[in-house]
């Protein structure tokens, strides 16, 4: 599986971004995806992770009611709606999926990363 990120930017405190994630492979459908997102000098941190039916989905504490993530598996792609941004936002989000069971929230469990898209939140 190959991902691609996209969507990145800067933007207000308050604002919103839509991040996309394209994955090649036939098997993009029956793997859980998740986002993560690095900060400068911080660690990797897990922000939310979806289901391979996109029914269930998973959210750290500092995004839920904030984030939202979806997949559409035709078109396989899994995207992060980002409302309510904050400066704290501010990192690089990767998009990435797991052969693993649904509901990790380890960066170790993934096994397929995408490069990276900068989001920034200004005050």
């Known amino acids: 599986v190959q991902l691609q990120a996209s969507g990145g930017g800067l933007v207000q405190a308050g604002g919103s971004l839509r991040l996309s994630c394209a994955a090649s492979?036939?098997?993009?459908?029956?793997?859980?995806m998740a986002w993560f997102r690095q900060a400068p000098g911080k660690e990797r941190e897990f922000v939310a992770t979806?289901?391979?039916?996109?029914?269930?989905?998973v959210y750290a504490d500092s995004v839920k009611g904030r984030f939202t993530i979806s997949r559409d598996n035709a078109k396989n792609t899994v995207s992060l709606q980002m409302n309510s941004l904050k400066p704290e936002d501010t990192a690089v989000y990767y998009c990435?999926?797991?052969?693993?069971?649904?509901?990790?929230?380890?960066?170790?469990?993934?096994?397929?990363w995408g490069q990276g898209t900068q989001v920034t939140v200004s005050s």
């Open positions: 990435t999926s797991s052969t693993r069971l649904f509901g990790s929230t380890m960066w170790r469990a993934y096994d397929y």
């Open positions: 979806i289901s391979s039916s996109g029914v269930n989905t």
């Open positions: 492979g036939r098997t993009f459908s029956i793997y859980p």
